[in-house]
């Protein structure tokens, strides 16, 4: 459903390339959890190293929208090469490095390795499409499709699979709360669907931890 968007050896490529090239060049910080970073710099670009991170929107009210989760080698910002400014905020989900990188810096990289351009638009495609898929899941036609398609997207971007048991393990924590914050629903909500999908034998839950034990029922009640 969603692994054709999501191909893991390019992810990997990529993630790689900013690690081991990029972000070496650049100065870098750590945080605890929950910490604010305490600028979001328009002119640098931002790279995980160690950690994880997730980026969200805010209401003036509070409310908040995760629109993606980064872990090492993946990065936000990139749009500052390109435009002044979009408001987003990174949270620390744990404890985290980032590895800030001054665009001079970057763009001169970029004038000696031009190929390398590939990178900050497979970024930036991919979170649009993520994105894509994020407004296309307000069209379905109940919670429970919701919940599966987010499920379902999170497997395919990244995901583990036991060597003997024929599962996959998301590996990422996901409490009630934040799988509605990311379709718009209320945790009750998404309890009581994670309750049925554990019933009908789809999903297994455990300290946070999602397992997906019946890949094709989750991916035909997404549709």
Do not use: W
């Not at 665009?103 to 390398?116: A, F, G, K, R, W």
């Not at 946070?208 to 890949?215: H, P």
């Amino acid at each position: 459903m969603y692994e054709e968007y999501f191909n893991h050896t390019p992810q990997t490529k990529m993630k790689d390339f900013y690690l081991n090239e990029i972000a070496p060049l650049g100065n870098q910080k750590s945080y605890k959890k929950n910490d604010q970073i305490d600028h979001f710099p328009n002119s640098k670009l931002a790279i995980v190293t160690e950690g994880r991170l997730k980026i969200c929107i805010y209401t003036k009210s509070g409310l908040e929208k995760i629109l993606f989760f980064l872990n090492p080698g993946e990065i936000y910002g990139e749009e500052s090469l390109f435009y002044p400014h979009i408001d987003i905020t990174p949270v620390p989900l744990e404890a985290t490095t980032i590895s800030f990188i001054d665009n001079e810096v970057l763009q001169n990289y970029l004038i000696s390795h031009p190929m390398d351009y590939r990178y900050l638009f497979q970024s930036i495609l991919r979170k649009y499409q993520i994105s894509l898929f994020q407004m296309g899941d307000l069209l379905k036609r109940s919670p429970k499709a919701q919940i599966c398609s987010a499920l379902s997207r999170l497997m395919a971007q990244r995901s583990t699979t036991n060597s003997s048991i024929d599962f996959y393990e998301l590996d990422v924590y996901l409490t009630h709360e934040v799988i509605g914050n990311i379709i718009g629903c209320s945790r009750v909500t998404v309890t009581r669907v994670l309750n049925e999908l554990k019933a009908e034998g789809i999903i297994d839950t455990s300290n946070r931890r999602i397992k997906i034990l019946d890949i094709e029922a989750l991916k035909n009640l997404s549709e």
